[in-house]
């Protein structure tokens, strides 16, 4: 018998970390469009009943999304294997276009 499975979801993959597991859930909406969701799930003990409880911390990743994540993670994640500090282009582009004629004109008063 197949497991049953949330109406929206289309495929998951879990990932187990020690005390975490992290899930990886594709989703869909009512209008057909995919979504992944990320959850980590951490277990905790209870010292006041001996039960376990489980943490969840959930992001949910857009397709028009991707792209940025992935590169941001990417160079994230060689960062912490090389040291060497990731340069994103967007945020280049963004620096370099700055247009100063936006800004107001200001004087400044100095009161002694």
Known sequence: ?????DRDEVFSKA???GKRTYF???KETKMGERYL???ESKRKFNNEDGSFTYEKHKIFLYKEDHDKFLKALQGVINFIETGVEPIFEDEVAEETSFDSSSLD???FEIKE
């Open 1 to 5: 018998m197949e497991p049953t499975r």
């Open 15 to 17: 990932v187990k970390a």
């Open 24 to 26: 990886f859930d594709v």
């Open 37 to 39: 969701t990320i959850t």
């Open 105 to 107: 004109d200001f004087s």
